[in-house]
């Protein structure tokens, strides 16, 4: 049996996980004054905050199209003998309710919504590949996507504020006061939205490594095969405490480093640093 994964491009996955699986990602649209671009495919995040550093406004994102997805679903459902994809969680965009629409003319589409963002959601497309190769039937492994995604930790500090309140989600004066008192806010996904649930106070490097710990000291629910550090560019050394951390607190098979790419970039931007994993 043969079942191709294919999932929307904001799964922040590294390219080398993407050919290991065999993943095909369907991008997004960047919209730059007023000039749509592919996510990942003619613009990358680095001319993002480049934009935005050179007094630009702040790019947005819009779903994939019913039509894209028609494309893609038509040339992978007659090579295969199924299509699962997964799409960004249905709060943020209509990309499930586009690529619903786009599967129902095709008998062996599956469309699940990951109820997640970044690589919260990129565990499920990785969970969807392996068990792919293990020769699981589709309808088998889109239940237990269903079951698994409410079981997906997914959350990022932010060192800057800036994104944030350009993009009208805090106001001047709470960003002004972050940076004035090193305040590093904390936003989880929470039943399919993102939500601010801590903050942190003092250099970003601390931050993390309180971050991290917090996020993992004393489990005993830890699913222990992956985990990913998800994050845009950050100061130097803070990838490398976020990993050392992870390890003095969880002995996880696989710590994947992914950059965060155009979604993650347009809405928190640069100094944004992720730990997300699954727990049982």
Do not use: W
Request: proline share 2%; with cysteine.
């Amino acid at each position: 049996m043969s079942i191709k994964v294919t999932a929307d491009s904001t799964c922040d996955l590294s390219p080398e996980l993407l050919q290991q699986y065999d993943i095909t990602l369907t991008p997004l649209s960047v919209i730059m004054d007023g000039r749509a671009y592919l996510d990942g495919v003619d613009i990358k995040p680095e001319v993002i905050y480049r934009h935005v550093d050179q007094g630009g406004s702040l790019c947005s994102t819009s779903a994939v199209n019913v039509d894209s997805y028609r494309a893609v679903f038509r040339e992978y459902s007659e090579k295969n003998d199924a299509v699962i994809h997964i799409t960004i969680g249905s709060q943020f965009s209509a990309c499930y309710q586009n690529a619903s629409i786009a599967a129902s003319g095709f008998k062996n589409v599956h469309v699940v919504d990951s109820m997640n963002l970044s690589s919260g959601q990129g565990h499920l497309v990785i969970e969807a590949a392996q068990l792919a190769q293990q020769q699981v039937s589709a309808m088998e492994i889109c239940s237990h996507l269903n079951a698994m995604r409410s079981r997906i930790s997914a959350s990022f500090i932010l060192d800057r504020l800036d994104y944030m309140q350009k993009g009208g989600r805090c106001s001047s004066v709470v960003a002004l006061g972050g940076r004035l008192l090193k305040i590093k806010p904390l936003i989880s996904v929470i039943d399919g939205n993102m939500k601010m649930t801590d903050k942190f106070r003092g250099s970003f490097d601390k931050c993390v490594e309180k971050y991290v710990k917090e996020q993992l000291k004393d489990r005993k629910d830890l699913r222990l095969d992956r985990i990913f550090i998800t994050h845009t560019p950050v100061e130097d050394g803070a990838v490398e405490i976020a990993r050392e951390t992870i390890r003095k607190y969880a002995d996880f098979e696989n710590i994947y480093e992914t950059y965060a790419q155009c979604t993650v970039a347009c809405h928190c931007g640069p100094g944004t640093l992720g730990v997300l994993f699954i727990t049982k």
